[in-house]
């Protein structure tokens, strides 16, 4: 490669992502065909954290697809696990299918409705409601619990 080579945007984007998920700028070099010490050279220049933030939004949109994929395929087994049953092999070499057990369905049931009201901004707990009157009333009790004289006990003897 020729000395002061001019590196397309493209390249400069795929190396910051190959620098993100190794962390070593020899081995993103090594991943895109460019010498590490270009990388390195890159990492000092002031346009490298535009380069890296367009990486990382790239890398994070490609993550969030397998993920989604991920979700959709966990989803689609645990249903047909929840219909169909745990499969177990028997001593004759047959499959067969266990019930799922009421209580794991119960957390199964449990993590996805709060998980679901997490992205929807529902709240997951319960919290207290209190109204200003009752807050006034209790605060009112308190003042006057300390209002209250204290007694030691010579005056009580």
Request: aromatic letters at 4%; glycine letters at 6%; proline letters at 3%.
């Amino acid at each position: 490669m020729a000395k002061g080579k001019a590196w397309d945007m493209d390249t400069r984007i795929q190396a910051a992502i190959a620098w993100l998920i190794t962390g070593d700028s020899e081995e993103a070099g090594r991943l895109c065909n460019i010498p590490g010490r270009t990388v390195r050279l890159w990492m000092q220049q002031p346009w490298w954290e535009e380069v890296l933030a367009e990486a990382r939004t790239i890398k994070q949109k490609e993550l969030d697809a397998l993920w989604t994929g991920l979700i959709h395929k966990s989803t689609t087994a645990l249903r047909e696990r929840l219909d169909q049953g745990d499969a177990i092999l028997s001593k004759t070499g047959e499959v067969r299918y266990l019930p799922v057990k009421a209580k794991d369905i119960a957390i199964i049931m449990s993590i996805a409705i709060d998980k679901r009201a997490l992205l929807r901004n529902q709240p997951t707990s319960r919290v207290e409601k209190i109204t200003v009157e009752e807050k006034l009333d209790r605060i009112g009790n308190k003042l006057a619990e300390l209002d209250q004289p204290e007694v030691d006990d010579e005056q009580i003897h």
